[in-house]
Every structure is written in C-alpha cells, then in structure tokens.
C-alpha cells in the first residue's frame, strides 16, 4: 500500500513518468495504440484539472477513460464519488486492485458509448447532479460529448483533454465556426483553460492537447427544436467556403430562389459563410424555415 500511496501522492513531476512505465511494466501492459491511450505524466497538468473541476464532497465525478487510475485518485481525494469508466477489460482489472482502498470510486469496465448516463448514476446519493472530467482518445472526443451533451441526464459541467485543434474549434467565435461548435455551443459555453504539450502524455501523442471547460447552460441557448435545428444547420454547412446562399440552397435542397427571400426574412445576407453565423442567427432562420414550413410564410 505504501507503494500506491506514493504513486498517487508523489509531488515530483519527473517521477510521474518513471513510476507510469514500471506500473505498465509490473503488470505485463503496454498503451494500446488502437484505443488511442495516452497516460497524463505531468502533475502539474494533473492539479490543474482537479482545481479546474472545482470538486467538493457533494460531487459525483464521472470519469472517462481513467487508464491507470492517476487523475482518478486525485478525484476521488475531493469528490464524494467517482464512476470510471474503462473500456480496456486489463486497465479496468488493474483499477479495481489499484483502487480497491477508495471507497467512493466505482469501476465500470464498459464502452461509456453504451451506456445512458442516467443508467451510470442509479443507485449514487448525489445523482443526477454529476460532474465529466476525461482524458478522450482523440478519436472518440465528439461521440463522448455529443453523448453526454444530449444526454437526459446532463453533467453540471465538462472538463475534458482535447485535441488542441479540436479545442479550437470548439471554443472558435462567429467567423470560425463549424457544426461542432455550433453543437457544443448549443448547449454550454466552452472554455479552453489551458494549452498541453505532447510530452505530457505517455507515450507522446503527435499533436499537443488542450484543457477544455464546457459549462452547461440549464436550458439550450436558443429556444428550438433540436432536430430541425441542427438539420438546418447541418445543411447550411453541407458546401464550406461557399456563400450561405448557395451552400444552404444545396444543402436544403430548394432553389436558390426559393432559399434567396427567406434569408432576407431573417436578416442575413445571402453572401455570407456559414461559418460567421451565430447561433442566434440559426434560430432565427429555422423559425423562418418553420414558418415556410408551416405555410405560415
């Protein structure tokens, strides 16, 4: 025990890379490339995202790929609970020993993509209330948030390790903007807290991360139906750099004279990109495409 607590408690932030490889190595495992695992070997990257999740006894943390259990010691210190879900059946094995003195954390050896949210926090005291904190395999970033997004159950709040150029994006303003940070701006505000480099992790990833905060507004940001609103929104960026005119006529499917008078009835000149829009600006033109819709126009 005294091994794991120093594991967990040394202050040394070169010693955290020594101490990942000889858990790795004593227990036979290697980082699996094809789930795309990168081990967080940086303490002080480790303390920034436990201050920036804000934990307190009342918190239920639900924790997305926690590998060798690192961030989830350190979670489980502040929360009142952890759920870590781990996809790797020989990770979620060495947790449930490594771990096994932490009361409060529950393991979950499962694909979180397969699981409601609502079904992850039955049984849990402070339950619906949770917060996400994830290190995300870049190549499930946007299936884990739009999971948990659009979940019934949604966290207070995300604290999730991005690829930083998926960062970016995210958090990008009008005039950057894309279907993906129209879809997580839709339901919270994004925040970029603070920029990871490579050798944080290993092994080393290719590209550098970011610590993004995604804070979750109680209600959507616009008043609209979810469905249509995003079809719309998918449709207007079904042809990037062209004029929304043109791209949302393409994408819709009606003519161009047809699309030309209801941007006009929404105030938006036909010649912009649908990267300048704001989100209010989509809402206003699928009311509009509503009341067409709705013989109202």
Do not use: C
Not at 106 to 111: A, H, P, S, Y
């Amino acid at each position: 025990m005294h091994g794991l607590i120093s594991f967990y408690m040394d202050k040394d932030p070169n010693s955290l890379l020594v101490q990942t490889k000889r858990r790795l190595r004593q227990s036979g495992l290697k980082a699996r490339k094809g789930l795309g695992q990168h081990f967080l070997v940086d303490r002080e990257v480790l303390e920034v995202i436990t201050s920036a999740a804000e934990l307190s006894p009342d918190d239920l943390v639900v924790e997305v790929g926690p590998g060798l259990g690192i961030l989830t010691g350190e979670l489980a210190r502040r929360a009142g609970g952890v759920i870590a879900v781990e996809l790797d059946d020989r990770l979620a094995a060495l947790l449930k020993k490594t771990l096994a003195s932490f009361e409060n954390v529950t393991i979950v050896n499962d694909d979180v993509l397969n699981i409601e949210p609502e079904d992850l926090l039955k049984g849990q005291k402070a339950g619906p209330v949770y917060k996400v904190v994830a290190n995300l395999p870049y190549y499930i970033t946007s299936p884990v948030l739009r999971h948990f997004l659009t979940a019934a159950a949604k966290p207070r709040v995300m604290i999730v390790m991005v690829q930083k150029e998926v960062a970016e994006a995210i958090a990008a303003g009008p005039g950057d903007m894309s279907i993906l940070s129209v879809s997580v701006q839709f339901y919270g505000k994004p925040e970029i807290i603070r920029r990871v480099p490579a050798q944080s992790f290993y092994p080393a990833p290719e590209v550098d991360s970011a610590l993004l905060r995604i804070g979750l507004y109680p209600e959507p940001a616009v008043a609209v139906d979810e469905g249509g609103f995003f079809e719309l929104v998918r449709a207007g960026f079904s042809a990037p750099r062209k004029q929304i005119g043109n791209s949302l006529s393409q994408g819709v499917g009606l003519g161009k004279a047809q699309v030309l008078p209801l941007l006009e009835k929404a105030d938006i000149d036909w010649q912009r990109r649908a990267e300048t829009l704001t989100l209010e600006e989509w809402a206003r033109l699928w009311r509009v495409f509503e009341e067409k819709r709705d013989g109202r126009y």
